[in-house]
């Protein structure tokens, strides 16, 4: 029995569940196998939470953290996740006892089958291993559309359920995340929450903490290198060369070993972006090897983004999330190369005519406020959205653009606007190709690329853009600008604060665009749609919260929670010369707070700005209302606490006229 006799059939915790046996234990407790009493015995798994602290102080803290972060468990809703059924508190002997309660999936792991099938002298065949990332990819989609990133994807975190062989994830990473969590904030130690399996997880990931859905696609692609070859990570990989070597183990399918070498890019970016645009591309028979990612040079030097009506003042930066605010900078130059001689000297030449004439070509095509035309001024002939009917297409390529350009009639998206963005994405992922595509049947390869990154976009568009917002794709402008600040100042909000809600939640979608000036591109429209459903949410109060002090009270506590780079605008109406004390609960390098100040000739504009601090006290230099900004910059949902506190608190302060926005 363990844990002195809690499993004995005459001891219930709870009054409910009977510990059968210990199943495993890790770093933040230990998992039990049980019963449920109150469900006909049904077995369950208890994880008892225990965090590594020693005074009464610190555990009561870590509990609350604990139970404040828990409730993202509890929104998993999908049959190939166990599911979390309660957070169980009880005594036992005297002393306190937590528990994640879930249910109890029967059934082998896949590290149990694969060593059945080496015992045997077998491994697992491609039609397997093709049908098994078929299953776990719609998985990963629910997952990741919820902002919830797995973290820990391992052939012994699959099971192979018995009731209908379906692949369940279990071992989910948030139990461990929590875990973390609770430890840093108890002790103070600032570590960035690295979770996952050595040779599973990608770099990223292990040396610095970031995650992303690329890296569950990353651990999962790894996980299917090992069936099929019987090989430990560790001996499918070169770390001297820093490439996967299972060629020297298996031979796949040209359409298999494309979509694992793309899903194990060590660049981020060069990964796919959603486990759909993978299930796609399993299911296209198009598919074709996709360009090295080794040479480093796949993206252009990021550059600080400069938010619409900030101007070029250092002091207003938008600073990408995982970086502090920073001035302007010239782009780097790139470095002569004394071994190039004048064969690369020609070549760049032609590359940068090249480069010109296809930049040229797009930006014709591409006019915000105004029809698209291609280079005669005439309406575009398009090959790439929608002409199901062009006769040099393959049956399948038909069929794959009519359900394209049913899908954007669906969404209501304007077709050129569509075709100026794909094009944006297409020629950024890939750069070495300097022309526009044709109708020829050597570029069904590269059409059914253009067609995928098109398909993430509409992703993106059903997502996040409301039906109005995706109406106006292609016509935003400098107007809308102007429009938006009317609109909002009356609600005592400025454009910083717009902008920040707006900028969050565009760099969780487009990262590397994020870090350019991409406001008058193609996919700067994007941008504008966001921060056109932002200031209906601010309207609406769903975005925006004024927090008042009942008479005499000094203090408010708030709790709220963002999706993955989401963000909530505050207002408080104070006074000059009063002491505010504000303090933000939530994991570290997880938000950007700012906090903006009613200046009426802008000379302060902030007290903080887009600042990775949690805490700020001080006098305060002007009588208005002041904004506080909360923005979450990691790609898992955030629960968090705002503590504010001011003194000399007025129960009815006179209420200013909204101050004209400076922005």
Known sequence: MVMGGTGSSNNLLGSRYRILRELGRGGFGYTYLAEDVNRFNELCVLKEFLPQVNDDESLRKAKQLFEREADVLYQLNHPQIPKFRELLRVKDRGRGRLFLVQDYVEGPT?????????????????????QLLQRVLPVLSYLHSIGVIHRDIAPDNLIS????????????????????????????????????????APEEQMESGQVSPSSDLYALAVTALV????????????????????????????????????????????????ATAVAQALASHDLYPTPGYANGNRYPEPTVAVAPGRGTDPSTMVAAPGSSPAPIKPPKQSRP????????????LLLLIGSIGLVWWIATRWEPNGPLTNPEGNPPEETQPGDATNPTFSPEEQARKAQLRQRRERLQVDERYLVAVT????????????????????????????DGIANEVLDVLEAELSAQARQRLGSYGAGDRDQWRQRVNPEYVSTRALYDLTDAKFAYLYPQAAQQNFIDQPIGQIWHGLADDRVRGIESGELLEEIRFASGEFSQSLRDRL??????????????????????????????????VPSPDDTLPFLLEDSRDRTWSGTLPQSGYYEITVVNTQTAALNYALDVSVDNVTSTPTEPAPAEDKN
Not at 192 to 199: D, E
Not at 566 to 571: L, P, S, T, V
Request: proline share 5%; glycine share 8%; aromatic share 10%.
């Open 227 to 274: 069936l099929l070859t019987g090989q430990a990570p560790d001996a499918l990989y070169d770390r001297y060369t820093q490439r996967w070597r299972w060629q020297d183990y298996v031979t796949l399918s040209p359409r298999l070993a494309t979509v694992l070498e793309r899903m194990l890019a060590p660049r981020v970016g060069d990964r796919y972006s959603s």
């Open 563 to 596: 999706g993955p780079g989401e963000g909530r605008i505050y207002i408080l109406n104070l006074s000059e010369g009063q002491l505010m004390r504000l303090n933000l609960q939530a994991a570290p390098d997880t938000t950007r707070l700012s906090i903006y």
């Open 161 to 200: 359920r018995n009731t209908d062989g379906l692949p369940v994830l279990i071992d989910f990473g948030g139990v461990k995340q929590l875990a973390t969590v609770v430890q840093q904030q108890v002790t103070h130690d600032g570590v960035p929450t690295r979770l996952g399996k050595a040779g599973y």
């Open 423 to 450: 094009d944006q994405l297409f020629y950024s992922q890939f750069a070495e190709i300097q022309r526009p595509l044709s109708d020829d049947p050597a570029d069904a390869e590269l059409r059914a690329e253009w």
């Open 110 to 130: 896949y590290q149990e089958l694969l060593e059945t099938r080496l015992n045997a002298g077998n491994r697992f065949a491609e039609s397997e291993v093709i």
């Open 337 to 348: 190369n004394p071994t190039g001689g004048c064969f690369q000297a020609f070549f760049g």
